[in-house]
């Protein structure tokens, strides 16, 4: 029976259960009983498990293995290998082959100079931008208008005019009235005070007579005001009032005499508190300060110093809708701190709004300016209004373009190069013989008109010191394009690789006017632009030959510097596997005749990486052989998909060595391997210039040294083993499935337990499957292990009551899957082999359950 059918019996006898929970609850008369027999079979799946050899020795494993090693920058390549002329038995065999290309080392000694090369030498490049940044910066201040208040009320109260009343000598002590004076203020048509507390006309008097006074009023517009008195003045309120100019207001005192003393009365009134609009005034205000404060702008990196070209100070005043006929000027203070900065004190006043030229003025490396303004407001016939919000007064700074411009030199302008003589040359040439070494610069200056730049060039090794052909350092222009000037160097001479250890050269850029050692100046700079210039250093070594011969004294190692790092071999160690034969194939040379019959010799040695370290370097081989080079089309034939795995079908080409016996070093398993080899002549060969030449034009005159791997995915098991295919990630808690049925041990008999199995099987293996029961707990096993035939098909193994009794008492258990390898035996895994098993138990039993 299905689980399906499993859980069918258990939804209908709860179903029954409800049907007759319900009849009851309803008073029906219930049946007398429900009882449920049945024999199901339930069916557990356990695993579904396809095994390729893929999984272990795939082409991705060996790209891993290789990537785990790729610190030259070389790349190897992976192919399927299916050659000719193979028994038929190992015609079928998975096989692979790696090439991986050791060394490319190019004769032509200008390939090291100057070039796109891991390991060129003398590489220089003047790639520079140099940012300005646009220079504009606006700053605000407030003008107070209470300060512009309290300037036309100044004004205001120098524009009145009254008569002098007098009191008379003798009469007696009291009141006395005083003659009516006519009170007139000039300079406005129309003045309307806010309506406050403050607003009033204050009217002081003066005299030799002896008095207080005692009332008084005026008289604004036919409105009487009482004042109110205050000794020797009077004060008349004004809020929410207006005053006419040029309109006589009359006042009428009454002082209360103390004596009899007498005099004159001089009358001084005084207009006092807040204007809230005034119209018809001409006046000239005494000028208004605002407060002193600071800017910051923008300076581009290494900024020393600066003469503008073109550049402005503006200062601009926020107006009121309510103005009218107002005109406003300011001098404006603004100034850097430090020596030679900018310092612009205006000696008379401009109009706001109106740019002041900053042309010839100086700027220092101080990014922050100080300024002052001070304003003088005018107004002709003009109406002003109170405003409640401050008025702004906007300061702006803007340098468009500098006549010159200091920098402070960058540390990439001047650069000091003593570089190694690469590996490669170091190792293949013994020495040089040279007619002429001349270094070139190729530059573009894009710098403006006015902006020269000056390159020197000095070198020991090829004897450049610094000028270009006609005696001077190498001058570029500005505005030129790709512009080229040589240097030259030594002539006749012979350089020996072999004893030389640098190559040194010393550049210098000098852009502009160079100022000392520290500093350059530019000209016509703009602001908010980049100015770049670029350009490069090239070597032509004009060589006549040069003797190679292989150093045995500089070994080469693969990787270099790391190891291939092999994790397959840990799996491969728990089954007792070893390695079939590994043939190592080696070759080295050029694809032309530059070297004739010339004779190598090949020392070449493996390093294990093991729990103990790096071993002892175990030899290989150590033979000698004229050069043998891999041909450039050796696989061209191969055949797929381009970004996938291909097929070679044609042999690989005869090579100079051939190793046997990798697989011993293998067979150790190692966490990583390392090849060390050394290439050595006894002989150096001599190659001409002439002789290149026609190598090149017939192909390649490049000496490459590369390796090939066939790899046949064979083994031999040595003592029986075991090579884990499943583990499950989860225990199987079959315990708690039956425990879900409402039934008790009595009322479930197991009849049967068995394990089924499913096999697909063209891997061409004969071994068995091992099933192991551990428990969840300790893991340690539950059952003895199960055997399971590989024989395509239906299999069954079957468990006993003992056994099934073990795993109901552990609750859950772990089922792991093994391949068992029989010892002492030969196995060759086909390409594209497959090995599958698709697992589940069967539980049948005997079920009696009464519902009712």
């Known amino acids: 029976m299905s689980c399906q059918r499993y859980i069918s019996v258990v939804l209908s006898a709860a179903a029954l259960s409800v049907v007759v929970l319900f009849a009851a609850a309803c008073g029906l008369r219930p049946v007398s009983s ?124 120098e524009r009145y005019s009254s008569t002098s009343p007098s009191v008379p000598l003798g009469g007696t002590a009291g009141d ?87 005099g004159n009365v001089t009358i001084t009134p005084k207009l006092e508190g807040t204007i809230a609009q005034v119209e018809g005034v001409t006046a000239d205000l005494d000028v208004i300060s605002l407060e002193e404060k600071q800017m910051e702008i923008a300076l581009p990196e290494g900024f020393r110093s600066a003469k503008i070209d073109t550049g402005s100070l503006n200062l601009d005043v926020q107006r009121s809708p309510g103005w009218s006929g107002i005109s406003i000027s300011h001098k404006t203070h603004i100034k850097q701190e430090g020596a030679a900065g900018l310092n612009l004190a205006p000696a008379g006043f401009t109009a706001v709004g109106t740019p002041i030229d900053l042309a010839g003025q100086q700027l220092n490396s101080n990014r922050q300016f100080t300024y002052k303004p001070v304003l003088k407001v005018t107004l002709n016939d003009a109406t002003y209004t109170r405003s409640d919000t401050p008025i702004q007064a906007e300061c702006s700074v803007s340098i468009g373009k500098f006549e010159t411009v200091t920098l402070a030199n960058r540390q990439d302008f001047t650069k000091d190069q003593n570089e190694p003589v690469p590996s490669d040359m170091k190792k293949w040439v013994q ?45 570029f222009p500005a505005q030129v394009q790709n512009k080229e000037v040589k240097y030259p160097g030594r002539e006749n001479f012979d350089l020996p690789i072999t004893s030389e250890t640098k190559f040194d050269l010393k550049s210098t850029v000098l852009p502009g006017s160079p100022e000392g050692s520290d500093v350059y100046t530019l000209k016509n700079i703009e602001t908010g632009k980049k100015v770049e210039f670029s350009g490069k250093v090239e070597f032509d070594i004009d060589w006549e030959s040069m003797v190679v ?43 032309s005749n530059l070297f004739g019959d010339t004779e190598v010799k090949l020392d070449l040695s493996v390093e294990s990486l093991t729990e103990n370290g790096i071993s002892t370097p175990k030899p290989l081989l150590s033979e000698s052989h004229k050069l043998v080079p891999l041909p450039a089309d050796a696989f061209k034939d191969a055949e797929g998909e381009e970004g996938k795995t291909k097929t070679l079908t044609k042999a690989v080409p005869e090579p100079m060595f051939t190793v046997h016996d990798l697989d011993k070093t293998l067979n150790t398993y190692p966490d990583g391997i390392r090849f060390n080899y050394t290439i050595s002549m006894d002989n150096g060969v001599t190659i001409t210039r002439e002789a290149y030449n026609k190598a090149k034009e017939g192909g390649s005159a490049t000496i490459n040294v590369d390796l090939l791997l066939e790899i046949p995915i064979g083994f031999t098991v040595s003592s029986g083993g075991e090579l884990e295919l499943y583990s499950a990630t989860e225990a199987i808690d079959l315990k708690d499935s039956f425990n879900k049925l409402p039934i008790g041990e009595e009322q479930f008999k197991l009849r049967k337990l068995q394990l089924n199995a499913n096999l697909e099987n063209e891997s061409g293996f004969t071994p068995a499957f091992i099933l192991r029961i551990k428990n969840r707990g300790d893991k340690g096993r539950l059952l003895d292990d199960k055997e399971i035939s590989l024989a ?36 060759a895994i086909k390409k594209d082999a497959e090995l599958k098993a698709n697992l589940f138990v069967t539980v049948a039993a005997d079920v009696d359950y009464k519902v009712y």
């Open 549 to 591: 011969k292989a150093d045995g004294g500089k070994g080469s190692s693969f990787p270099e510097g790391d190891l291939l790092r092999l994790p397959m071999l840990s799996k491969l160690k728990k089954a007792g596997i070893q390695l079939d034969k590994i043939p190592m194939y080696f070759y080295a040379g050029s694809n």
């Open 792 to 827: 395509p098909g239906n299999q069954e193994l079957k468990f006993t009551s003992e056994e099934w009794d073990k795993l109901k008492e552990a609750g859950a258990f772990i089922p792991e899957l093994y391949l068992k390898l029989e010892p002492d035996k030969s196995y």
């Open 431 to 475: 020495s040089i013989r040279i007619k002429k070494v001349t270094a070139k610069v190729v530059l573009t200056n894009n710098l403006p008109e006015g902006n020269p730049i000056n390159i020197n060039l000095e070198s020991t090794v090829f004897g450049i010191n610094g000028t270009d052909k006609h005696g001077a350092s190498g001058v």
């Open 176 to 262: 006395y009235s005083l003659p009516a004076v006519p009170i007139k203020f000039n300079g406005f048509s129309r003045l309307i005070f806010e309506d406050s507390p403050d607003s009033a006309l204050t009217i002081s008097t003066a005299s030799s007579a002896n008095y207080v006074i005692a009332s008084g009023t005026l008289t604004i517009s036919g409105v009487p005001i009482a004042g109110v008195p205050n000794g020797k003045s009077i004060r008349f309120p004004l809020a929410g009032r207006t005053i006419i100019g040029d309109h006589e207001m009359p006042l009428q005192i009454t002082i209360r005499r103390a004596d009899t003393t007498g």
């Open 34 to 157: 429900i009882r449920i027999k049945t024999s199901p079979e339930l069916y557990v799946p356990l695993s579904a498990k396809s095994f390729s050899a893929n999984e272990y020795i795939s082409p991705t494993s060996f790209a891993d293995m290789l990537k785990s090693g790729n610190s030259s920058g070389r790349k190897g390549q992976i192919y399927y290998y299916n050659p000719p002329n193979l028994k038929e038995e190992d015609a079928a065999q998975l096989r692979y082959l790696i090439h991986y290309p050791l060394q490319s080392i190019p004769v032509d000694v200008n390939n090291y100079f100057g070039k796109e090369r891991a390991d060129s030498v003398l590489s220089r490049s003047f790639d520079t931008s140099i940012d300005i940044p646009k220079i504009e910066k606006t700053v605000s201040s407030a003008v107070d208008s209470n300060e512009i208040n309290t300037k036309l009320l100044k004004v205001f109260n």
